[in-house]
């Protein structure tokens, strides 16, 4: 933590980015961006581009991948003036054992420490956020029969529910193609209204035409830079939980820490979770619960069995799966639920569906077919975000946003400075406002 102290910055604060240039010119284009923290492959580790990041107060991670050489790349790293190190991959422990500096590790999911004391964690599996389009051009459906929206919203909500430290995404674009600016806005935002920070990684044909500042890339730069100044100033997903009376809980081993699962499945249906990871089960977990669908009955230890019960008893309703059935196993180094994994789901989901269908547990929204969001409010329960994120290649029209409860005051927020008050009527149990279309993302905020 030492370097980030003296950087006055604090880990939640980094804006990270994948830098692939050695010129210490290059970071020009970082001028009037939120980005702070630049990632350095070896071949770009060169002490004029550090010094000169230094003088911009950007802080700097040298990246370092498992090999035969990892330990001598590390050497060289601390050789040089890095804030810290970024360890991406699967790493033996005796290699974290030899930095000195602060460490960000970036391992397969199934690797993560979410009881880690880093101020930073992350992985360095994803998927590259969008519509999963099949071969001849037809959108893909999820088993709700929304279009497969490719999205690692659910494993990032619940390690978000599962530790205090920052967390980091870092998967990159798909090689060898070329991406409009709108898809990097759905990478950010699909970290971002989670609470993490995707890694910012441009393809490579747009990062050198930036670099050599031609007209077309500083354009799509621009509309980047746009997007992640919009989420700099709403950061509400970092700082607050996830809002709903409707809880998932499950553990590590039992689909938390894979995309595709039940959370992703509940958010395609449009159906407010509130992720609780088993070690977090105790009352503030379960206030302001209404349901809770245990995963795994037999992950929990005797006296979460009896909170539950407990919970049970105060008017709450707890749905388990059928007798004899078990999460369905993933293959090792696997980290979404495949077709065969979601068809062994059916038992569970069918009791998740019924207990759920057309029921507002914090939010619901309509007409949003390609459009996910995510619902968070503040402690005192006065204030709640509904954030929109548009994953298809088209504005979305006619919006409408349902919220429990009444609330007085309604506005949308979106990219450059956009702000409206929305008109507020009832509906059963909450409110409801409407919106016009939908271009990338937005924040509506519900004030009593």
């Known amino acids: ?44 580790w060169s002490p004029s581009l550090i010094a000169e990041a230094k003088r ?30 970024v360890l991406e991959g699967d790493f033996a422990p005796a290699i974290r054992a030899l ?20 101020p930073v964690i992350g992985t360095s599996q994803g998927v590259w956020a ?24 659910g494993f990032l909500r619940f390690v978000r529910a599962s530790t205090k430290a920052a967390i980091w995404m870092g998967v990159k674009p798909p090689p060898g193609n070329i991406y409009r600016p709108e898809r990097y806005v759905q990478a950010i935002a699909d970290a971002e209204i989670c ?89 503030d977990a379960l206030r302001g619960a209404r349901i809770v669908l245990n995963v795994d009955p037999a992950d929990l230890k005797p006296e979460q069995l009896q909170m539950l019960d407990q919970f049970r008893k105060s008017g709450g309703d707890v749905l388990a799966p059928p007798e004899g059935w078990h999460y369905p196993a993933v293959p090792e180094g696997e980290f979404v639920m495949g077709r065969r994994q979601v068809d062994a789901m059916q038992p569970l989901w069918e009791i998740t569906y019924k207990a759920t269908l057309r029921k507002n547990f914090g939010s619901r929204t309509f007409n949003t077919a390609g459009v996910l969001s ?18 298809t290649d088209f504005p979305v029209e006619s919006i409408t946003v349902h919220a429990l409860g009444t609330w007085k005051k309604v506005r949308v927020f979106e990219p450059g400075g956009k702000v409206r008050d929305l008109e507020t009527y009832s509906v059963s149990g909450g409110t409801g406002v409407d919106l016009e279309s939908l271009a990338t993302v937005a924040t509506v905020r519900f004030e009593r």
């Open 1 to 44: 933590m030492i370097a980030l102290l003296l950087l006055a910055v604090a880990a939640v604060d980094l804006v990270p980015m994948r830098w692939p240039a050695s010129e210490p010119k290059s970071l020009e284009v970082l001028d009037g961006t939120p980005v702070n923290s630049i990632l350095l492959e070896a071949e770009a």
């Open 56 to 85: 911009r107060n950007i802080a700097v991670f040298a990246v370092v991948h498992p090999s035969d050489e990892a330990a001598d790349a590390l050497r060289r790293a601390a050789a040089l003036p890095f804030d810290g190190v």
């Open 99 to 118: 930095v000195e500096k602060l460490i960000v590790e970036l391992p397969s999911r199934h690797r993560m420490h979410l009881d880690s004391t880093d």
């Open 130 to 153: 969008g519509i999963e389009i099949e071969h001849g051009g037809k959108v893909m459906s999820a088993p709700t029969s929304s279009p497969w929206i490719l999205t690692n919203a």
């Open 195 to 283: 609470g993490a920070r995707w890694i910012i990684a441009l393809d490579d044909g747009l990062q050198s035409r930036l670099i050599r500042n031609e007209a077309n890339a500083v354009r799509d730069w621009k509309v980047i830079v746009r997007h992640l100044t919009y989420f700099q100033k709403h950061r509400e997903a970092h700082e607050w939980s996830d809002w709903s009376e409707f809880g998932v809980l499950q553990g590590a081993d039992t689909g938390g820490l894979l995309s595709f699962g039940l959370l992703d499945m509940l958010a395609s249906q449009r159906t407010a979770v509130r992720p609780i990871p088993v070690p977090r089960l105790g009352p």
């Open 374 to 391: 995510n619902t968070v409010a503040a402690p005192d329960g006065n204030t709640a975000i509904v954030y929109l994120v548009n994953y």
